[in-house]
């Protein structure tokens, strides 16, 4: 029976989107929850509500700043979680008057929806200084950015563009042990990436931040990465071209792959929620 129960408890975390490391907090340096977390909330809540766009003192932003800074310093459940992004959301009209936050333009761009990124990347940004305005770019619209010049986030600059991607961005029709093939792939694919990067200075004035990318689909054997052409060794191929392009200063490196290696792939896919949104991986990780 308890061996029973046990079962059932996993599966309900991982239903939640927790993943196998169990409870253990992905944030285990922040301050532990205060017991006065909710109550000093609604104080700051009550207080941005009350501002009026454009007539904040450098006194009130400064506190303000300072007390959503420890709201978002410790380690958040969901409830607090949600409640975090929506205070961000509300302070967004002031940013111009709240100088201790630093107001950080990222675009947000893939071949898949990235929407529900917008408001975790605000409550984040509040932990470290940051008042993120996030953008995405209309759906599946890389290829449209790096190769016909057009700027699918308007006329204003950005501080970066985050390049979220998967393997259905990249054209694949090699067999296997098809090594030549896989040559042209990798380095159509690495070009693709850089007209992205080359793009984002050219248009918005800003770096872009180019996504390693996670394995979704099963392996077939263990020999995939010693042979041609299977999708493991092309992405593990192409997550080192991304690295190298990290390393010249072509982009900045944002390890995901190395994350979702960390929660474990099989929780990392959503096969549900990608079909219903063609979301990249559980909506639940981001918070």
Known sequence: MRSAEKRKNHDRRRRAGLTIMGDRTLFPW?????????????????????????????????????????????????????????LARRLMPHAACLKPLRHFRVGLIGNRTLAFLINPLRAAGLARGLLIDAREAPYD????????????????KLDAVAVVLDEGAFRRS?????????????????KFLSQLAAAARKLTSAPAM??????TAPALSSADLATAGTLPRFLMRLNMEIALGGE?????L???AGLAGEIGYGNWFDPLRFHEAKTPFRIEFVR
């Open 254 to 256: 944002w390890d995901l």
């Open 141 to 156: 619209s890389a290829a449209s950015f790096a190769f016909r010049d057009v700027n699918v986030f308007g006329a204003e």
């Open 210 to 215: 180019v996504a390693t990318i996670p394995q």
């Open 248 to 252: 010249r200063g072509d982009w900045i």
């Open 174 to 190: 090699s067999r296997l042990s098809d090594r030549a093939a896989e040559d042209c792939e990798t380095a159509d694919a690495e």
């Open 30 to 86: 922040r301050a532990p929850l205060s017991a006065d977390w909710t109550e000093r909330w609604s104080a700051a809540d009550a207080r941005v509500r009350e501002l009026a766009p454009g007539q904040v003192t450098p006194e009130a932003a400064s506190e303000i700043c300072t007390a959503v800074r420890r709201l978002a310093s410790e380690r958040l459940g969901p409830r607090e979680q949600l409640k975090l992004e929506g």
